[in-house]
Every structure is written in structure tokens, then in C-alpha cells.
């Protein structure tokens, strides 16, 4: 299926935007702290035209769905409220929307933490951009896509996901400061490649922890007295608070530490090391990992060639990340995938190389 056939006229405009991976900084970025992903292969791509009614219509070719949204009427759930959110979102930013016909095709993989949902915001707001001209960079596109999602589907997210998919690419590392926007695109350390394998658990972000560390976060920093946890600099800080706040603070310090040391550019074998100690922290003082993802790390960190691995995304299901011997990955990803598959469970490769 394509947009001519659902839509019987050819399309205006076409945009895209990569999923993202996360290689250090998890549940940082809504402590205003420092992130590192990297855009991964997999695309969303939106093609869009003109509605010939008063309604949006969009179409998702992989979930084989149909949505017609009245803009008077009340707001469209799943697929549609992404993209919906963003027609919102620049119309609250003082721009019009006219009525859309939206197709929208997606290689990334749904639900396994590499930001299928922050894809479908840039690649709708590209389009959108593209189609009505309008004067939006790419951090703006970011920051409305984060909008989109706060509002429309409900997470309070930060902004991770959104710069990634707007400024990222897949040959480099995208250090950014969430607090600042500031950014700096850093290679790879020499000699490595990444291993995207997803654990096959999936995970629903609105429905896990994730508000609930948010909170938790935001009442470790008022009873440290700062903005926000960016603020602390030396975990032992975190020691006075009560738990759970004090496992939680400690987390995002000492994971804030492992993205700043990453500036002075390691080794590959330091940076794995960092990698390794940053899932430890998410498992053990952050708790949003869950057996299979244990399993999965453990059996990645065990691979002859790897350098270090870690849960990615929020967590609680969905994929591992690991920093490999450059040329090895698909050999690596295939021997350590069978190994977890042996112990019952249904995992996949969703990235094999960089
Ligand atoms: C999700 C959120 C991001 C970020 C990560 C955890 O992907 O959308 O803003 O908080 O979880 O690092």
C-alpha cells in the first residue's frame, strides 16, 4: 500500500526521521542532564497532501490502520495521537493546519525503546514543515515532538529522544546537554561498532515507572535543595536522602558522571566499562530493568568482542545496546542471540553494525 492508493491523489511532500539509540545517559534528560545516543538505520517516513474535506486522515501501512480525525471532535488514540499532537502542538505555536491526508511507513521496531514514537513526531513535523514552509530548525522540531508526547500521548518525557531523531546520525555519537541544547557530535571510540538485540519483553512507557521515577527524581532534587539532579555532582551527596530517593539520585549522578567522561575520549574498552557500570546502576539503584534484559546483558558482556553492554530506553522491557569489535557485530549478535534464545525467551537483532 502506498499513498496514492489509500488516498487516490499523489502526495505533496515526503519526510523522515531514524529511530535513536541510547549508548550512555539514561533517565537523565529529564534531571537536565547529559545524553549520548546515536540515530539508528530504521526510518519513519510520512508522506502528506492535502485532505480534500474538513478532516485529517492518516493511514499506518505496518499497523494496516485508518484514522479520520475532526478536529472538532474528540482526540484519536494509538498511531494517530502522535501525529495529531503535532498538528496540535504548531497549532498552539501560533500556526495553521489545514486539513491533511498523512501516509506514514516505519522500519523502526514499535515498543522496543528506539523511539518509534519520537520518529513519527520529527518525521511528521519535517513534513509538515516542508508542505506549509514554515520557519522551524531542527532543535524546534525537537521540542515540539516532546510537546506532542507530553500532551498528546501522556508521558512526561524528556527531551532525549525528540534532538536525537532531529539532530542525530548514524555515524556518530550525539552528545547533548539537556539542560542547554548545547551539543557535540563525537565519532565513535576507534575500533567499534554497535549491536542493537531486543530482548522480545516488550514494554508500555505510559503504563510502567517511568512518571513515577520522574516524581521521585523531582522530590530528590527539592530535598537537596537544587533545579534539578544535574545540580549534584558527587553521589555520595544522594547518602542523606531516604530511600527510594536516595537510590534514584544516585543513579542520575553518578550516570550524568559516566556521559561527561565520555568527552575525553576514551578507549573503546573504557567505554564499554562505562557502559557496563551505567546498566548496573539502572538495574540496581534505578530498577528498570527486568530478568530478560539481566540475561541478555550478561550473556552480551560474557561475548568475546564486546566491549560493554546496557538495557536501552526507559527500560522495563524492550532492547540492549553493546559496543563491539568493529566488523564483529553480526557474528557477535548472532552467537549471543542464540544463547538467550536457548534460555526461553524471543529476542531479536534490530541493529547488527553501525
Ligand atoms: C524514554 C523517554 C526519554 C528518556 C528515556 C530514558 O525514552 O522518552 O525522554 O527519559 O526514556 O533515558
Known sequence: MDFQQIFKAVPDIKAGAPGRVNLLGEHTDYNDGFVLPTAIPQQTTVYIGYSPDNCHHFYSAELEEWAEVNPTESLPQGFASYIYGCIRVLEQAGYTIPPINLFVTSSVPIGSGLSSSAALEVAT??????????????????????????????????????????????????????????????????????VVIDSGVARSLAGSGYNQRRAECEAAARQLGVKALRDVSAPQMAESLPEPLCKRARHVISENNRVLKVLEDLSAGEFGKLMNASHASLRDDYEVSVPALDQLVDILQNTPGVFGARLTGAGFGGACVALVRAGAGKAIAEIVLNHYNNAGYKGHILVGCH
Do not use: W
Open 125 to 194: 513535523l519535517r513534513g509538515l514543515r516542508s508542505l506549509l514552509n514554515l520557519d522551524l530548525d531542527d532543535v524546534k522540531v525537537a521540542q515540539l515532538g516532546q510537546q506532542a508526547e507530553i500532551q498528546y500521548a501522556g508521558v512526561s518525557c524528556g527531551i532525549l529522544d525528540q534532538m536525537a531523531c532531529s539532530l542525530a546520525d548514524p555515524e556518530h555519537m550525539l552528545f547533548l546537554d539537556t539542560r542547554t541544547l548545547e551539543r557535540r557530535i563525537l565519532p565513535f571510540p576507534g575500533g567499534t561498532e554497535i
